[in-house]
């Protein structure tokens, strides 16, 4: 039986006892993932968490608030660069991630402008050009990207008797719950309902109240912070930095986390973010098959289940909580 | 003063006038019902009404305030709100979702509060929300989702949307079309209870002219754009022009 004897009890982020029993279970279990698990699987768990924090980002502007962006590896390589130079510069890595965050936030308004005037597939091709525009700048910029070299970025030391692998998973995993729980708050207020308002029913929206083009700017900064501080972590994780890690096909695995995983549902940009890169890692004997496996896993989530993974996984649980009687 | 005070309003699209000269008065807590037949201009009206729509020509005072000076987004901060002939509402949020974005103006909006999940403000609107929900008598649909709600249900979820905005003017576009005659009477019911419990002025446009003549203080009659008579149900339903309308198939 559920009975809810207040408001605020009904605005909870976990409401029922078995929810929080196994959602504790979950983050206890990754928790202690260095102790149990080859340093390998921490290594894709990283990164796992990584990508959760900007598919989430990109799930509030498209699943959420229906902005169809092409922007994403525009917004990477201006979040991975600005923490690169930033932490050249001398800037601790503490700083510069969040500092990376509101670099890349601040582009985002800035190419959040067309939103305002165009919408769907339109204004899918004006974000699609800031993401090309982005990476030409940096190919044809030594001073920007480092070079030939690439742009060497001090890596994490290890700390507190921690590897730099299971240094690195933690930070990850903390950010990434961070950012995870932020989602939740966001999308249960009153930022969430006039974000899917907008997408809903735009004329609607502003009928009643809803400043489109302030909601619209904010789900585009906020959105590239996500993207921001991802990009910062991947160039902490990785060492070094060259535009070519941020081509249009980097843009195009998001996309992919995003309809697999499910949008406009914060589990299913988790799963998504799993997918893309637990896939690729499964199937790196067969490179050439992965875009491929991608593209497949797309049609079929559109044509079977639109509610991607994240769907599936509501449907299970629907299934169990009215078993046996169906 | 009047609440609401048109003035040679006009309004055309390419070769269409689709209002020409419209002058118009509401006072406050009046019911105001438009009729006229398909086409007419009447939903014209309430998007002029509502900055949807621009006119060339005319000035729309609302408290004495040029609401045409306003963006689209201010005039419901003003007070002003309305149900469209076409449901538009948020199909894939829960009808309580639909309702409490029907406050977002109401709202202390803090995005520091959203991000950290500081629920107060949420609280205090859910508890009028739930007012209306009561009212309403919405209560086995709270936390449905508006696509999977009947139609009749969705019409009124609407106008709970609407009334959550507190408005001052409240326009409402075809209540009864689509509705089984129970559910008409159902919700000519529920605006003269919104009459007397939440007091704004309404504006109402309606195509049974039956159903609009019980609730009228005054009535209005567009044709073609036009407005050919205004006054008492009886006297405006009585007007030659209103009589070879909707007779003589104009
Ligand atoms: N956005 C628009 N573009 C072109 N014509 C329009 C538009 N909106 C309304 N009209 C025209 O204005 C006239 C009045 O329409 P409307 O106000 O919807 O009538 P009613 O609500 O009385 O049935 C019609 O001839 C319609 O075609
Ligand atoms: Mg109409």
Redesign the interface.
């Known amino acids: 039986m559920d009975l809810i004897e207040s408001y605020a009890q009904d605005l909870q982020l976990m409401r029922k006892t078995w929810t929080k029993v196994w959602v504790m279970g979950v983050i206890v279990t990754l928790a202690m993932l260095p102790w149990f698990a080859s340093e390998h699987a921490v290594y894709l768990a990283t990164l796992v968490a990584m990508y959760t924090i900007g598919v989430q980002g990109q799930n509030l502007l498209i699943g959420y608030t229906g902005q169809i962006s092409f922007g994403q590896a525009g917004f990477l390589c201006v979040g991975a660069y600005s923490f690169g130079h930033l932490s050249r510069m001398g800037v601790p890595w503490p700083l510069a991630l969040p500092a990376a965050g509101l670099i890349t936030a601040l582009f985002g308004v800035v190419v959040g402008f067309p939103s305002l005037r165009l919408k769907g597939p339109y204004l899918a091709v004006a974000t699609l050009g800031f993401g090309i525009a982005v990476y030409q700048i940096f190919v044809n910029s030594t001073l920007l990207s480092g070079g030939r070299m690439g742009l060497a970025v001090t890596k994490l030391s290890p700390l507190w008797g921690l590897s730099s692998v299971n240094l690195s998973y933690y930070l990850n995993f903390g950010v990434a719950l961070l950012f995870t729980l932020a989602t939740y708050n966001i999308v249960s207020s009153y930022l969430g309902r006039a974000f899917v308002a907008i997408r809903d029913n735009d004329i609607a929206a502003e009928i009643m109240g809803v400043d489109l083009a302030r909601y619209k700017l904010l789900v585009f900064a906020v959105s590239s912070f996500y993207l921001g501080v991802q990009a910062g972590l991947y160039a902490l994780l990785l060492g070094y930095l060259e535009p070519n890690m941020f081509t249009f096909s980097e843009t195009i695995t998001f996309l992919v986390a995003g309809i697999v995983g499910g949008l406009a549902s914060v589990e299913g940009a988790m799963l998504g973010a799993a997918f893309v890169v637990v896939v690729p890692f499964v199937f790196s004997g067969l490179k050439q098959a992965v875009p491929a496996l991608f593209g497949t896993a797309v049609i079929l989530v559109l044509l079977f289940e639109p509610g991607g993974l994240a769907g599936c996984w509501a449907k299970t649980r629907a299934y169990f909580r009215q078993w046996p009687f169906r | 003063m009047a609440l609401l005070s048109i003035d040679n309003l006009s309004i055309r699209f390419g070769g269409v006038q689709a209002l020409s000269d419209i002058a118009l008065e509401v006072q406050s807590q009046q019911i105001v019902t438009i009729i006229g037949p398909n086409g007419s201009g009447k939903t014209t009206l309430f998007n002029c009404i ?1 900055a ?1 729509y621009r006119p060339q020509l005319g000035r729309i005072l609302f408290y004495g305030e040029d609401l045409l000076s306003l ?7 003003r007070g002003v ?2 149900t ?1 002939q076409n449901l ?6 829960t009808v309580l ?1 639909n309702l ?3 406050r ?2 109401k ?1 202390n ?1 803090n ?1 520091w ?5 500081l ?1 107060k ?3 205090k609107h ?2 009028v929300v ?1 007012e209306l929900i009561d009212f309403l008598q919405l209560e086995a649909y709270r936390k449905t989702r508006v696509s999977d709600c009947p139609y009749g249900v969705q019409k009124i979820a609407e106008l709970g ?1 609407a009334l959550a ?1 507190e408005p001052k003017l409240l326009m409402l576009d075809e209540p009864f079309s689509g509705l089984t005659a129970e559910e008409k009477h159902e919700v000519a019911y529920l605006i003269h209870e919104i009459r007397g419990r939440f007091k704004p002025a309404i504006l109402l446009v309606e195509h049974d002219l039956r159903l609009a003549s019980t609730l009228a203080d005054t009535m209005v009659a567009l044709v073609s754009g036009k407005k050919v008579a205004m006054g008492s149900p009886p006297a405006v339903l009585n007007a030659p022009e209103v009589v070879s309308a909707y007779i003589g198939g104009a």
């Not at chain 2, 963006?71 to 901060?77: D, I, M, P, W």
């Not at chain 2, 509060?113 to 999940?117: D, G, L, S, T």
């Open positions: 509502s949807v963006a689209t987004h201010r005039v419901a901060q709100a309305r469209f538009r509402l948020f199909m894939h949020m979702d409490l974005l029907g977002h103006i709202f909006k995005p509060h959203a991000v950290f999940r629920r403000e949420e609280i859910r508890r739930e949307r905005l």
